[in-house]
């Protein structure tokens, strides 16, 4: 059978992973590269990056508007500390979001796409992102469909990408790969190329609402791959870790891989992203030597 484009464009790399050997290169970053990096500059470079969230069933206009207030409010009591990168939040909250935002630079994003399943029908997926940045959404996370990928249909789950993409223009969209549930490492560098073909301008672990999410093994073959696609391609993709970052070390830990694997051209609050809330507060009361609840 004729290769599709996609099959095509996965055959331009290897794309077999070693997972003993990615173990390992995480194990060795770990031990001796994140030392050096836990110093109070990265911390709060860090804090810039983060990309704040609410996305659970007990949202509503009341707790998204509390949620913004303390990102204007932030601003004014931490001058010296930059503001987080975005704001994320359902799609039907955008407008409220960006109606309410007074701090520069921080990013209205949305999760669209039928998120967190990526199980509706492609033109319920296009009409929700058309929908969110009609409302002034600046960032979009999507998921990749899993099912469709694990069933080995690499044409539909790239049509998805690229037919959201399309619809983004030129707002940048983050593809979710759910690397928790893709069985192996193979399958992440698989679905990094793929996702990156299709259009994607961030790679994303996971969206946090499944039982394993992102790993620092995950994120290492994600470098990996968005490196190897840079080199053919010359186009800079961005990361995003999330879900499961539950303390500064494991930061730090993905910072660390980043900067290993990928190099310091990608350590901008641009190319990195981390999905965690909590670390605000953590990254905080590190800093202020105090335990601090702001966030």
Known sequence: MEKSKYEEALSLYN???????????????????VPENDTPEVKRFMFGCICLTTLTTQDSAESVLALVEKVNKFAHEYP???????????????????????VEGVIP????????????????????????????????????????????????????????????????????LETGDLLNLSNVKKASLLSM????DYIKTSTGKEKVSATPEAAYVMCQAIKEY?????????????????SVMDALTYYTIVKEVLG???????????GTSRLANLILSELEGKEVKFF
């Open 230 to 246: 840079y080199e053919k391609t010359g186009i800079m993709i961005g990361l995003k870790p999330a879900g499961g970052i539950n």
């Open 109 to 176: 994003t949305c999760v669209s796409g039928c998120f967190p399943s990526s199980q509706g029908l492609a033109e319920i997926k296009i009409a929700e992102t058309g929908l969110a940045i009609r409302d002034g959404a600046k960032n979009v996370d999507i998921v990749m469909h899993v099912g469709e990928f694990l069933a080995g249909d690499y044409e539909t789950v790239c049509d998805e990408i690229s037919e959201q993409k399309a619809t983004c223009g030129d707002v940048p969209m983050k593809v979710i």
């Open 264 to 274: 310091e051209k990608w350590l901008t609050d641009y190319y990195f992203r981390l």
């Open 15 to 33: 794309c077999e992973v070693n997972e003993e050997e990615v173990r390992a290169a995480v194990k060795k970053i770990i031990a001796e590269k």
């Open 197 to 200: 073909y299709a259009g994607a």
């Open 80 to 102: 010296a500390m930059p503001h987080v990168a975005t704001i994320v939040t359902y799609p039907r909250f955008t407008k409220l979001v960006c109606d309410s935002l007074e």
